[in-house]
């Protein structure tokens, strides 16, 4: 089976400029999770999706980080404006069924964002 | 609250050594507790899980045994390989907060020829 798809792998932005990045999880996967990485740090949860509803979005940035997940299938996180401190890898990863202790994530490769 | 604890890196080690990468966690009820890797310029993939208090995941010749009275799931390998260089990440997963999975800081393994 296809992995899941991120797209850019890197970018790079000037501070208060606005940046997207997209996803597309495995297909048949219902759980949608987007994930933060900072330098030295392990994954840390910004928003999960079960279809194209929100599950949980209590450590999303809310008046810079939006995401949504049109149609259940592919998802787009947005960052307006950027600060510093956003720089980061951010992660997709998807799931098979919610709820499943035994079902593992699946990860994308990742983009790499630089603010500068 | 939930958290995950690991120990800190990098680890260096010689081809065929022994390898310990210690892990433990902090959870209200009864989580499952993983082990992903990620090797350079990768995504993160699942290595190995354990769902219950004395289960074994092993792969790859990794092994960690869930370990409930000391919230413990250390992870071993009896020969590493130079190909084993990655990040490991020890995570959990509980039935609290919508089941979400919790990672550790990571913890970089260098393996030696």
């Known amino acids: 089976e296809a992995g899941v798809a991120q797209s850019p792998r890197y970018k790079i932005i000037e501070k208060r400029q606005s940046v997207a990045f997209w996803c597309n999880p495995i297909s048949g996967h219902a759980t949608l999770y987007w994930y933060q990485q900072i330098l030295g740090q392990g994954p840390k949860l910004l928003i999960q999706?079960?279809?194209?509803?929100?599950?949980?979005d209590s450590q999303l940035p809310k008046d810079r980080f939006s995401a949504e997940r049109l149609k259940g299938v592919d998802s787009t996180l947005k960052i307006q404006p950027a600060k510093l401190e956003d720089s980061a890898v951010y992660l997709c990863?998807?799931?098979?069924?919610?709820?499943?202790?035994?079902?593992?994530?699946?990860f994308g490769n990742g983009t790499r964002l630089t603010v500068t | 609250g939930n958290s995950v604890t690991q120990m800190e890196g990098p680890v260096t080690l010689s081809e065929e050594a022994f390898l310990t990468i210690n892990c433990t966690y902090t959870?209200?009820?009864?989580?499952?507790l993983f082990w992903y890797v990620q090797y350079p310029g990768e995504g993160l993939q699942l290595l190995l899980k354990a769902t219950k208090a004395d289960d074994k995941g092993s792969n790859k010749g990794f092994e960690a045994t869930y370990r409930k009275e000391t919230t413990s799931f250390h992870l071993e390998k009896g020969s590493v390989q130079v190909s084993d260089s990655a990040v490991y990440f020890c995570?959990?997963?509980?039935?609290?907060?919508?089941?979400?999975?919790?990672f550790g800081a990571g913890t970089r393994l260098f393996v030696k020829a």
């Open positions: 995570a959990l997963r509980t039935d609290t907060g919508g089941f979400k999975t919790i």
């Open positions: 999706f079960q279809n194209n509803g929100v599950v949980d």
């Open positions: 959870a209200t009820g009864y989580p499952s």
């Open positions: 990863a998807s799931m098979r069924v919610q709820g499943n202790y035994n079902s593992p994530l699946h």
